[in-house]
């Protein structure tokens, strides 16, 4: 696990009016790039969620067992295990319990790899320059009950 998580900041005191502001999310991001995770995370932390980042998939994989995320930002292309594989191994573990949301974000604009994450639970396939106007709409998605 690389560290690059900042806590989310707490809203107890916040007065009143605020109290429509959302919960703020836990965000796994699976990454092996260190400069686009520190991207990704900023902008994660600048829309006032917590964003753990992970360098592959089976980092995150061992802490997915232990730990509750309320959306997983994943690469697919990783070193070691891919992110389909790694998408696949959560659908086993969805059996489980409740599903996690998973947005695949990738440089690789591939129509068939598209199809094979959505069709294998992912929520979104983004190609990573989308990735900074989509991820305000991402974080506002509702978790899955």
């Known amino acids: 696990m690389v560290g ?16 429509e502001t959302p ?3 836990r965000v796994a991001l699976v990454e092996d790039d260190p400069r686009i995770q520190q991207l990704i995370s900023a902008e994660v932390t600048d829309e006032g969620h917590d964003c753990i ?3 592959s998939a089976e980092d995150f ?3 997915a067992g232990s730990e509750r995320f309320d959306l997983v930002l994943l690469d697919l292309m990783l070193p070691g295990m891919d992110g389909l ?8 573990k969805a059996a489980e319990g409740p599903t996690t ?21 992912a929520e979104a396939y983004v190609i990573k320059p989308d990735l900074f106007e989509q991820l305000p709409q991402l ?3 509702p978790p899955l009950p």
């Open 85 to 92: 594989a790694c998408l696949k191994q959560l659908q086993l």
């Open 23 to 25: 919960k703020a999310l």
């Open 101 to 121: 949301r998973v947005v695949i974000v990738t440089a690789l604009n591939d129509a068939d790899k598209r199809q094979e994450a959505l069709s294998n639970g």
């Open 139 to 141: 974080l506002r998605t």
């Open 4 to 19: 690059c998580s900042r806590d989310a900041h707490n809203e107890n005191n916040a007065p009143a009016l605020m109290a």
């Open 53 to 55: 980042c992970f360098g």
């Open 61 to 63: 994989l061992l802490s």
